[in-house]
């Protein structure tokens, strides 16, 4: 890129690259949800036109309900941060299961930080986005939730590895939104424009070798403080594609795959529409030498006898019932194809409120299985770096410790059995399993029980805090377990002495057992 090149004209210059994948998004969001990538030169009053079918509009909300429960799962975290193997050695002294339940506790305040962030709505946009179009820009200010940006209002370039090497993005803001200075400066240079106008604003971002430089202009004019930089690990911009084209700089959506389809099911729905409402019109036909006058039958009521033949009055039919059935079963042909491609039949997940950690898991192995690796990309290109975003604010407003760099990284569960936190569950219980020939105290003896019962917690997704009881607590009850017992013995020995001698030397005996004496009840005179 030119560096004296302003941002409009470089925004124009990447236009025309981006003019193909625009033209086929807005094609295929005029036969699923008009509205998500409206026409160009639309506006606020702009009527969308309407589908005569409504498969595609219900095909994109189930695909994207579906990514996601899966990219966002209610029931736990959806990674994990895992401890590097070389490094475990050096965490003996403190145990595998206490470092586990401290990562296990920065999981679930980055879950907390994602709820409260409320990013579950506008990913459920850019997902419905994905899906149209292929392709979404999302950014994460400092202040505030989640943006998403539809392909009409950015262009990128990316290598020939797919990195975005240049993002440019153009917002209509009003001046008034503006900085007083630059405000002033945009009047002066054009005193036509209305105040209430809206103009361009333009952000650009641009790779410079380990870090990103973003800046915006207004009018070839730089923002003020506009200017910085990010590291590339905590880059709050994320360019997102569905299906990844190698030398392509857009991705591709889902719905373009299956265009021909949709086009095929829209013309027949329209015409098996159009067909019944004309099969429907009844329409009486007289004979015009007959003997029947057409104002007689038009104007007599229901029930009422006039003069007239029959053989004059006959009514018009279409007979087309026979084509109809036709185009009725190509209809049900075509949206069986397209509910096995959006995955609308044969899911695993129930109609509830609330689902389970292994629906879910199967539904990403169905989501993984069915769309040839689009969660792979999707949990690479945004669920990685949403994490490493969330991350990186708890520790600057210091809610969790910095996580040594190189030790723990943070890892995306996709749903894979070697990646899940059931599957990490699922062999504890085989282990257990296994140890079930030594017996109960052959198991005590061999296994720390604390370290286990902290895996088993991470595992299930349970905060142990306040859950299990403390080492003294433990002691405690132990103590009062072994007094009772000790108790139990004096009370035999003194039944086995008769009941007066007993009585007798019950306080002795349980002074020299270091028990104190019971109460005995007074007798009541």
Same mark, same amino acid.
């Given at each position: ?14 236009? !025309? ?347 990403? !192995? ?160």
């Amino acid at each position: 890129m030119i560096n004296n090149q302003s941002c409009a004209s470089r925004y124009s210059q990447l236009e !025309n690259q981006r003019h193909i994948f625009l033209t086929r998004s807005r094609d295929c969001s005029e036969l699923t949800l008009p509205y998500l990538i409206p026409p160009e030169g639309h506006s606020a009053s702009t009527i969308f036109p309407t589908p005569y079918q409504s498969v595609g509009a219900r095909a994109v909300n189930v695909l994207a309900s579906k990514l996601l429960l899966a990219l966002l799962p209610p029931s736990g975290p959806f990674f994990r941060l895992m401890v590097d193997d070389l490094e475990i050695p050096q965490l003996k002294q403190e145990g595998r299961g206490a470092v586990e339940e401290a990562l296990g506790a920065i999981e679930r305040a980055v879950m907390s930080e994602i709820e409260v962030t409320r990013v579950r709505v506008p990913t459920f946009e850019m997902l419905k986005h994905l899906i149209v179009s292929g392709n979404a820009l999302v950014h994460f200010p400092q202040e505030g939730g989640m943006r998403v940006f539809p392909l009409e209002r950015y262009v990128c370039q990316r290598d020939a590895m797919g990195n975005v090497l240049e993002i440019i993005v153009k917002e209509s803001v009003s001046p008034l939104m503006l900085p007083e200075e630059i405000r002033n400066q945009v009047q002066q240079e054009d005193t036509n424009d209305d105040s209430d106008k809206s103009i361009d604003l333009y952000t650009k971002i641009i790779r410079e070798a380990d870090q990103w430089v973003v800046s915006q202009e207004v009018k070839e004019i730089e923002v003020p403080n506009s200017s910085g930089t990010y590291k590339l690990d905590n880059f709050p911009w994320m360019v997102l594609r569905f299906d990844r084209i190698d030398g392509e700089s857009y991705g591709r959506g889902l719905v373009e795959q299956y265009l021909g389809d949709l086009r095929s099911l829209e013309g027949l729905s329209q015409a098996l529409v159009e067909g019944t409402a004309s099969s429907a019109k009844v329409l009486f036909l007289v004979r015009p030498n007959g003997t029947t006058k057409a104002r007689s039958l038009a104007n007599s009521p229901n029930g009422a006898i006039i003069q007239g033949d029959a053989n004059d009055v006959s009514v018009l039919q279409v007979n087309k019932a026979v084509d109809f059935r036709i185009a009725e079963s190509m209809i049900k042909t075509i949206s069986d194809r397209l509910a096995g491609a959006f995955l609308m039949s044969g899911t695993v997940q129930r109609d509830a409120e609330r689902v389970t950690a292994t629906e879910v898991r199967l539904l990403a !192995n169905e989501i993984e299985s069915g769309l040839g690796g689009i969660f792979s990309l999707l949990s690479q290109e945004f669920q990685l770096p949403l994490v490493r975003l969330m991350l990186k604010k708890l520790n600057d407003n210091d809610k969790v410790p910095p996580l040594p760099e190189g030790v723990v990284r943070p890892q995306i569960i996709t749903g894979l059995e070697a990646m899940s936190r059931s599957e990490d569950l699922k062999k504890l219980m085989q282990m257990i399993q296994m140890f079930q020939p030594l017996g109960a105290e052959g198991f005590l003896n061999q296994i720390n029980i604390d370290d286990f019962i902290d895996r088993v917690g991470v595992s299930l997704g349970i905060d142990p805090q306040g859950l299990l009881k403390s080492k003294e607590e433990q002691a405690q009850l132990q103590q009062q377990a072994q007094q009772q017992r000790q108790q139990q013995m004096v009370m035999e020995i003194a039944k086995t002495m008769g009941p007066e001698i007993g009585k007798q030397l019950l306080p002795q005996i349980m002074q020299m057992a270091g028990l104190q004496p019971q109460q005995q009840p007074q007798q009541q005179g």
